[in-house]
């Protein structure tokens, strides 16, 4: 598969936001320029859950929507997942540029971040690649920091605005949706009461949950874009991190594994005290979500 060699990215890529995307998308020009491999070696699980579980970051990503978003690109060679162990945290640099990437990948060319670090203690860093690379034969290309609006973009920045419902901004930093893909499950049924049913989405405990509201939203059945919106309380929810009521749809999916994809933030939880007034306020996010994307109600 690598036998004329290969070009290599390496690193988290939570997010694969806009700056990883300048990365993926200078790899593959690199790779086609010289006959070789494209190929961008991650981790699974994120090296803080192992190193440091108790402040992890929540995800962008998980490592399946990841992959999918890297197919969805068509970029990529290759993409390599490492299991991020006790064993891995203590592959020293030097260890780990010599026996994962040039012996193992035969890497002729490393592309990465300007502040790409790799190996014990974070010894790989662009100082260190730098004088290595003269030595190992390898060329080594770091990129500039990619700014939108000013704004330098990086998957912490990201997170804090999903968590500060700036939604709008975390997608342009993004550049593209925050897929939310988990299992549904069966709820309380007071969606159907009200007259809007809702499928109840667990979501896996490492994923990120955007601030509590209510999202212009969509998910995908099968091949299906069905239109909705989402629900996220501020009391979580025993069971499920997220509802969502599809429009026009019926259809059974407990048990089975979606995923939504929240286009904008409409408007923070609000408390009511009768139910008439909920179900007057739901029917109005509803009326905005279908105006706002021209969405035809189905009448049958």
């Given amino acids: 598969m690598i036998a004329n060699g290969s070009a290599v990215t390496i690193g988290n890529y939570d997010g694969i936001h806009l700056a990883h995307q300048s990365i993926i998308f200078e790899l593959s020009r ?13 981790f699974d699980p994120h090296p803080a859950l192992t190193i440091k579980p108790e402040s992890a ?10 992959i999918r978003l890297l197919e969805q690109g068509g970029l990529l060679d290759a993409v390599v997942i490492l299991r991020f162990d006790r ?6 640099a030097t260890d780990f540029l010599v026996r994962y990437l040039l012996a193992g990948l035969r890497m002729s ?19 260190f690649l730098e004088g290595m690379a003269p030595q190992y034969g390898f060329q080594l290309q770091s990129l500039a920091p990619v700014l939108v609006g000013g704004e330098m973009v990086n998957s912490s920045r990201i ?16 550049g593209h949706e925050l897929e939310l893909s988990g299992q549904v499950v069966h709820g309380k049924g007071m969606g159907r009461k009200l007259g809007f049913p809702t499928i109840n989405v667990k979501l896996p405990p490492e994923k990120i949950v955007p601030k509590p509201g209510v999202y212009a939203a969509y998910s995908l059945i099968g091949s299906d874009k069905r239109p909705g919106m989402m629900y996220i309380g501020e009391t979580p929810q025993p069971g499920f991190d997220l509802e969502v009521n599809l429009f ?14 929240p286009t904008a933030y409409l408007r923070p939880p609000m408390r009511f005290a009768r139910e008439s007034e909920l179900i007057n306020q739901i029917g109005k996010d509803e009326a905005m979500i279908r105006m706002n994307y021209n969405i035809r109600q189905n009448k049958e």
């Fill in 30 to 42: 690199k790779a086609k320029e010289r006959g070789l491999k494209s190929i961008l070696v991650t």
């Fill in 57 to 66: 970051p929540k995800l962008l990503t998980t490592t399946e929507e990841k």
């Fill in 87 to 92: 064993d891995l945290v203590s592959v020293s």
């Fill in 109 to 127: 060319v490393l592309v990465i971040g300007f502040n790409h670090a790799f190996g014990h203690k974070r010894e790989g860093n662009v100082h």
């Fill in 159 to 174: 997170r804090s605005l999903i968590a500060e419902g700036a939604y709008d901004r975390a997608t342009a930093l993004l």
């Fill in 248 to 261: 026009d749809f019926a259809a059974d999916l407990y048990g089975e594994a979606v995923s939504v994809y």
